[in-house]
């Protein structure tokens, strides 16, 4: 008996001390390297041992986070900057891991920034608590007077590797913030997931909040899988798409960007911005939600480099302080989408070689009411659209107190104009135009409006209805009680030099 112990004892010690796995998985506990998970010990140091663990082993790791509250956070003076954040699991060259946490009513296993952490702009200082240095606002970029906090997750040329069960807190509440980084805001390393040079990453049952920068960017990551994820009330995104082709969310929120204490531009849900040099394409977003975030819910602004083939099916776009939607890649559709506030910038002329090109909106409905208050009037009009393609397909456009289309394009090409089809339109707005639309083409739509006159299409054709209803009436069909003002609740941190 005693010597099976010892055999036993040894494979133990083998399995935990490095070699290369093979064969089955192992299974181990970030406990094993000494996390608590007490909410008050500082756990950071166990998960740096276990990145080292896994990092050695390379392949066919789980590691288990039992629920809990694991505290992290550690920052060191650094020769390039002030203070220089650790990330809390860095993996590099790894095949086939998983890192697993629990769920427990409800709740998953946690992992918190601890309080005191500093980020931003600071006075150097050693042995005192350093003061927030707030000028410039904008465009300042010298790294010796910034703090960083790192990531939670950095995960680079890795292969296989999913995260579930888990909760990251970035605890902005707790920081020591300072002033801008950057072009706008704190442009400074804390993000909840990063993603680079790697493959077949996938995120499940997470709850990623309040980090100072973005919940989760996806720097160069092919076949990349989200479901059931929430990014809430991050500073700058929701996610950063920034390289690599392949990634499909499910049943996600992008939502809440620059709502908490900091806000940082661009602030939106998702911002899919090639930043390498290459195009990205095949996103595919199903059931998905991007809320009132401070910037635009969903924003690609064309740069040197293309994106593509995005599809977004049964998603909510609100779009309450700001755009809810401005996306000028190709082959991008809404089908069955919820769409309340302003949307505007879809594909360029210049981009569209064929009909397939041209983004469609379809069985979509739009409005500028949100659970019956108005939202920001970005625009005299819902729909803003200047040489730019565009399909509506069987949607339902509400308006309220702006007209619904500001459409103007001089490039008629024969099969690729943007087109109106079977669309019902109620707008009441009385103090603008109805619509001003010049180059697309409207068939077969219903608008039921206040005012008979300023409606402004120089293209329509194909029975088309027009109806003029009393303002009170339309009230009613708008919505089912009185329409709220909007009221901004968006309350950042204000750097004071104190």
Aim: aromatic share 10%; charged share 20%.
């Amino acid at each position: 008996m005693k010597q099976i112990f010892s055999i036993l004892l040894l494979f133990i010690v083998i399995g935990i001390s490095g070699g290369k796995a093979t064969g089955k998985p192992r299974i181990i506990s970030i406990k094993s390297f000494g996390a608590k998970g007490d909410g008050i010990s500082n756990d950071h140091e166990a998960f740096e041992k276990a990145s080292a663990y896994i990092n050695k082993a390379g392949q066919q790791i789980t590691l288990f986070i039992p629920y809990g509250t694991y505290i992290v956070g550690k920052q060191t003076a650094g020769a390039e900057w002030l203070l220089d954040g650790h990330n809390v699991m860095e993996l590099t060259n790894c095949n086939e891991i998983k890192i697993q946490g629990e769920k427990r009513n409800g709740r998953y296993s946690k992992i918190k920034y601890r309080n005191g952490l500093y980020y931003g702009s600071f006075y150097p200082g050693r042995g005192q608590t350093l003061k927030p240095k707030c000028a410039p606002v904008s465009d300042y970029y010298n790294k010796k007077t910034c703090a960083s906090i790192g990531t939670c997750f950095y995960i680079e040329q890795c292969n296989a590797v999913s995260i579930a069960n888990l909760e990251i807190d970035g605890n902005q509440d707790g920081m020591i913030i300072g002033g801008n980084y950057g072009d706008k805001g704190i442009q400074i390393n804390h993000r909840g997931f990063h993603f680079s040079n790697s493959q077949q990453i996938k995120l499940e049952n997470i709850l990623v909040h309040h980090l100072g920068l973005d919940g989760i960017e996806v720097a160069g990551s092919t076949n990349t899988q989200l479901r059931n994820v929430a990014s809430l009330y991050n500073g700058r995104q929701a996610m950063s798409w920034t390289d690599g082709n392949g990634l499909k969310a499910t049943k996600c929120q992008f939502s809440y960007s620059g709502y908490a204490r900091i806000g940082s531009a661009p602030g939106s849900g998702l911002d899919i911005e090639p930043e390498r040099g290459k195009d990205i394409s095949d996103g595919q977003f199903v059931d998905c939600e991007f809320i009132n975030n401070s910037g635009v819910g969903l924003v690609n602004d064309r740069n040197s480099n293309l994106v593509s083939k995005m599809v977004f099916q049964h998603c909510t776009f609100v779009g309450y302080s700001n755009w809810a939607i401005s996306m000028s890649g190709t082959k991008v559709k809404f089908i069955d989408c919820n769409i309340y506030g302003h949307c505007t910038h879809m594909v360029n002329n210049n981009d569209v070689k064929s009909p397939e090109d041209i983004t469609l909106f379809k069985k979509c409905t739009f409005s500028n009411v949100y659970k019956n208050r108005l939202c920001k009037k970005i625009s005299p009009f819902l729909l803003e659209f200047n040489n730019e393609k565009v399909y509506f397909e069987d949607c339902n456009i509400r308006s309220y107190d702006v007209g619904f289309l500001w459409y103007q394009n001089n490039d008629r090409q024969k099969g690729l104009e943007s087109r109106m089809t079977r669309t019902s339109i109620i707008t009441n707005n009385i103090n603008n135009l109805h619509a001003a639309a010049s180059g697309i083409i409207m068939e077969n739509c219903t608008t039921r409006m206040t005012e008979k006159i300023n409606y402004n299409l120089d293209i329509s054709k194909g029975n088309n209805e027009m109806k003029l209803l009393p303002k009170e009436k339309l009230d009613i069909e708008m919505t089912s009680s009185t329409i709220l003002p909007y009221i901004n609740t968006i309350n950042t941190y204000i750097c004071t030099e104190k």
